[in-house]
């Protein structure tokens, strides 16, 4: 007899997982992304299943086959290794995605010019295969129907699509038109923006009409279920309400873990400041090395701050200036007393969290036009924390400082990187106060960004309560 795969549940297991063998409706979080224990990702489902518990649900967390299940001892709440792809927003229309024209829910090419065509069939056939959008889809949606197959959904559970974006919807509409399921209630987050800043005001820009037409596709072939969408900030809401689908979008508190707070003592030297997150393009990776340089004499030298920053095992030199090296080779070794401090690229959810515990002061050298509709995790964290930061203008996380009381509140605005010397110079002068500020407001911030309130914005704050279409 063949066994049972081990991608899914034995049979007792799935006996607990179908709806038949609880009186508890069970909310199902949906994330190829998630691989394992750590990431952003893997902390937004987490906090979103403690909170549904809370509310009376049951969690199911549905990730990447990849996902160890000998590493998920210790997860509070049931996991199923099942998705065989993952970054679907890779064919996004929206800024993250290689998409420029609307599909069906097969992924085929079905708008624009002919020229237009050709063109997005060549970037489609550039990919590997397996990376190619029709194979990444029905591999998604073959994915999804067998484990619906498995866990027998009821109309009281609810899916939860946790990094949702337009391409996963054609996957998702895909797999549900192939089941005869119950009608259940299918909540989407969004998270990436859709148009750049310049096209943001113009409702009738090119993006924005494939995205209506590809979105309306996937909505009619997911009826009769009830789709609720959400956006992880009010700028991006505004943009999925720009496409006109006749549908709210609701924006929602991005949840932060909950941690105490330890106020540290305000003439401690040196300061910690932390760049937390591994460099990437839009996190301000390219600005790494001038951002260096330009503190290296008056604030690591000095030692009146140690730098603390994740970076990738390799090709780190080019980031960071050649006076450093010697620096960043004693912290590996190491040395907890240098200018500098460096942290793994594989820390772990916990060890990640208890770093972050560690910081005097959160810096971000983010690109602001990649953030204008888009949250930071990292940020969230730090206010959760009481700890003063240092942010770009024109972006959601200036949003954040203003609406704690603005530039020298909880921390500084720039318009430039090239104030952030002066800025950190300003803090060890302002330390005690503006830590002071920030810790009274991180409670607010805990408050609102919690797993429960997420799931209460969202209208999932009450496991029986019947979902009623907009």
Known sequence: MPQPSSNFPNIAEHSRLSGSASTKPRLIVIDDNVRSIGGHYYELANLLMSGAQRWGYQPVLAAHETFQTSSAACLQHRLLPTFRTRRMVRWSLGVDGDSRLPRDIQGRIVGGSILDRAKQAIRDRMEIPSKRPQRMLAQWSDDFCRLMKRIEPTSSDVILVNTGDDFVMLALANALSRLKLASMRIDVIFHFALVDQLS????????????????RTALESLKPHQVALHATTPSLAEQWRKVELRLPVTAIPYPTRQRTIHQSDSSKQPIKAVLAGLPRAEKGREAIHDFLSEIHEPHLRSQRYQLSMQMPAAKWQGLIPLPLHQAYSQSLAGDQNGPL?????????????????????????????????????VLLEMLSRGVPVIVPDRCWLAEQVRRAGGHRSIGFIYQNRAEIPDLMQQFTKNRAAMSGRAIAYADKVRAEHSGTNTLRVMGLDNATREFKAA
């Open 200 to 215: 943001v005001s113009h409702s009738n820009s090119p993006t924005l009409q494939s995205i209506h037409r590809q979105m």
């Open 341 to 377: 401090e460096i942290m793994t690229a594989n820390l772990t959810t916990d060890d990640y969290h208890r770093w972050l515990d560690t910081a005097d002061l959160g810096l971000f050298l983010y690109e602001p036009e990649r953030y204008v509709a888009r949250c930071s995790g």
